[in-house]
């Protein structure tokens, strides 16, 4: 099993849409990571988990709501989200929290009509 | 606030040839560390290379190196012996201290046959 995995890897939803992304990691980490990527922005933070307590929300909308219930999973569920929400959603885990080497999963790409 | 900033949003090379993508840095702690990942079409964040801004010998990673130059701000990625699979997006991105990473809008390396 590779590092960290994501599911689904692609997602079309409508904007009154509720759905879930998973993310697993088998790296025997304690920190994971939600982060956003939009076309020709930098990658953006969303979450921080360690041990899983949420450690940072970097200003997130309320319709993006985090959950982890042990330190290999973390799920990012969606609701009533809008159309510029579409982007590619990577996660990410570490050893700790800010350890330099953060290693991803394959992201998923939402698309929000 | 910290940045990173890479200035080229696309590059070619010349297959087995040498190629340097840029990135400049700026804060005003003493203790950093800067490191690179590439992004296939696949999506995934790949880790390439870590430098501390401590270390005294630029990092080396096979075919990667990194061109650490403290004093002017620079952690420029060096790629040797470039091959087709190394056509991707490449994220040069900072830990300060304990603060979240910061990631620059990256580079498109495109490697040609």
């Known amino acids: 099993e590779t590092g960290v995995t994501q599911t689904p890897r692609h997602l079309v939803m409508g904007m009154t849409n509720k759905k879930s992304l998973k993310c697993e990691q088998h790296?025997?980490?304690?920190?994971m990571y939600w982060y956003k990527q939009s076309a020709k922005k930098p990658l953006e933070l969303m979450f921080v988990?360690?041990?899983?307590?949420?450690?940072e929300n970097n200003s997130v909308p309320s319709r993006f709501s985090p959950e982890c219930p042990n330190s290999s999973h973390l799920f990012l569920h969606l609701h009533t989200l809008q159309p510029e929400d579409s982007a590619l959603y990577l996660c990410?885990?570490?050893?700790?929290?800010?350890?330099?080497?953060?290693?991803f999963g394959p992201g998923t790409r939402l698309l929000v009509l | 606030a910290q940045k990173i900033t890479q200035t080229q949003p696309g590059m070619f090379v010349q297959e087995k040839e040498a190629v340097t993508l840029d990135c400049t840095y700026d804060?005003?702690?003493?203790?950093?560390?800067l490191f690179w990942y590439k992004q296939p079409s696949s999506g995934e964040m790949i880790f390439l290379i870590y430098q501390g801004s401590y270390d005294e010998q630029n990092a080396t990673e096979g075919r990667y190196s990194l061109n650490f130059q403290k004093a002017r701000k620079s952690a420029n990625l060096v790629i040797s012996a470039s091959q087709l699979g190394d056509s991707a997006m490449y994220f040069c991105?900072?830990?300060?201290?304990?603060?979240?990473?910061?990631f620059g809008i990256g580079t498109k390396l495109q490697v040609i046959p």
């Open positions: 988990y360690n041990f899983k307590e949420q450690t």
């Open positions: 990410a885990s570490s050893p700790d929290p800010y350890q330099e080497t953060q290693y």
């Open positions: 804060t005003s702690d003493q203790s950093y560390g």
């Open positions: 790296l025997g980490h304690n920190a």
């Open positions: 991105a900072m830990r300060r201290g304990y603060q979240k990473v910061t």
